[in-house]
């Protein structure tokens, strides 16, 4: 709880309140130090058994923490306070919430933490809450200034979390002009339309206004499009009212209509056919290429997502031949066209599909010029190219923070 390392059977508990931790030093850490002065003040042991399973002591903490804060920190309590708290009558209705509140008032035995508190307290910790699984560990961070920034899925930000001191440092991912709002966002910039609203609708309640929610073809891409079944038709299906939840999608060409469920309906279909393909085999995944863009915008969030799954198998082939190389090329290009326009910057998904493109350039360079098909001052040229585009790659990759605390990603 303290430094937020996995626990086992042989983990030491607290000579105080029994609460397990990984080790002896982090009984004085500051976070156990409050807690375990609430705790033993009432006389509560915690006992824990079983570590491959979820407890509720630990969905107590984050509130319980939170609760701390008016008499350990009252600038931090006030913060935290301004934040939204999200939709208190489902969070009323919530069996997980009203059972941690009960175990905090009767097993706890903290009495002056009313349920209500409770429910508020994890409404604002699930609104506007960050995981911190890419530093390496499992768990969330609560930062109060972050949520205060708007959330646009065509934002000029981005975030990192430092592993050891958990601290967030929010940069510039491209120019932001003077006057202009800095703006965020809650959610990955992959997901497509439908989903993508309704996602944000359901969690935050509200509905995204940006550029590129606000364009039926989300800036040029058709990164939603379905392809409309309209005999002789060649267009593709777009929401036909741009930030109205659960509005009919229209034909761009012939102007056919369908409703919403429909549109799910399909995307759900495709989705289970991409699940269900053995994704580890080239062979496997360029045929569902072929299969889902005929039903799929060429750049539709999943042929996107078949793409990038293409990539990663390609960059570990062996050995590498030619076709390889020209095809991994191909598809991290692909994949480029469409994240610049819709995620633009210097972005971690930029630098990782540069890297790919760097590789190959670079190989093939050197191959061309040992089989004479290049002279010495194009292999230069050539490298000089790669040399530009690894320098944007390093500063893409900067400051991701899977990168920096060196965690195995995709």
């Known amino acids: 709880l303290e430094c937020l390392t996995p626990l086992s059977p ?202 590129r929610c606000s364009d039926t073809t989300e800036l040029g891409t058709r990164y939603s499009g379905v392809v409309c079944r309209q005999e002789g038709c060649m267009g593709c299906l777009l929401p036909g009212q741009p930030g109205v939840l659960a509005a009919s999608w229209s034909c761009d060409q012939c102007e056919y209509t369908v409703e919403e469920r429909e549109i799910m309906a399909r995307l759900n279909t495709y989705k289970h056919m991409i699940d269900t393909t053995h994704m580890t085999d080239a062979d496997q995944g360029e045929k569902m290429l072929v299969i889902i863009q005929e039903y799929l915008h060429h750049n539709h969030a999943y042929i996107i997502r078949i793409k990038t799954e293409l990539l990663h198998i390609y960059s570990q082939t062996k050995p590498k031949t030619r076709p390889v190389m020209d095809r991994q090329m191909q598809l991290a290009v692909d994949i480029l066209q469409v994240i610049e326009v819709l995620d633009p910057g210097l972005t971690p998904r930029r630098g990782g599909l540069l890297k790919h493109v760097v590789d190959i350039t670079v190989v093939k360079a050197n191959m061309d010029h040992g089989e004479g098909v290049i002279d010495k001052e194009t292999l230069k040229k050539n490298l000089r190219t790669a040399l530009m585009m690894m320098k944007e790659m390093m500063m893409c990759l900067k400051y991701d923070t899977a990168i920096v605390n060196n965690v195995d990603c995709l």
């Open 10 to 211: 042989s983990s030491p508990p607290c000579p105080k309140c029994s609460v397990p931790l990984c080790s002896l030093s982090c009984f004085s850490g500051p976070l156990h130090q409050q807690e375990c002065a609430l705790l033993s003040s009432t006389g509560t042991s915690v006992s824990i058994a079983d570590y491959s399973s979820p407890h509720i002591f630990y969905s107590a903490i984050v509130p319980l923490r939170m609760w701390l804060l008016k008499t350990s920190n009252q600038e931090m309590w006030q913060k935290v306070n301004f934040l939204q708290q999200g939709d208190e009558e489902e969070l009323a209705r919530s069996r997980m919430w009203k059972d941690v509140a009960d175990y905090i008032q009767h097993t706890l035995k903290i009495e002056d933490f009313p349920e209500e508190e409770v429910l508020r307290l994890a409404g604002i910790k699930a609104t506007n809450a960050n995981s911190l699984e890419p530093t390496g560990v499992s768990g969330t961070g609560l930062y109060p200034l972050y949520p205060l920034m708007n959330s646009y899925c065509y934002c000029n930000t981005m975030y990192s979390i430092d592993k050891v001191t958990k601290e967030m440092e929010v940069r510039a991912q491209r120019s932001i002009p003077a006057g202009h709002e800095i703006t965020t966002r809650y959610i990955v910039p992959t997901m497509e339309q439908p989903a993508r609203m309704n996602y944000i609708w359901q969690g935050w309640g509200f509905i995204c206004s940006c550029e």
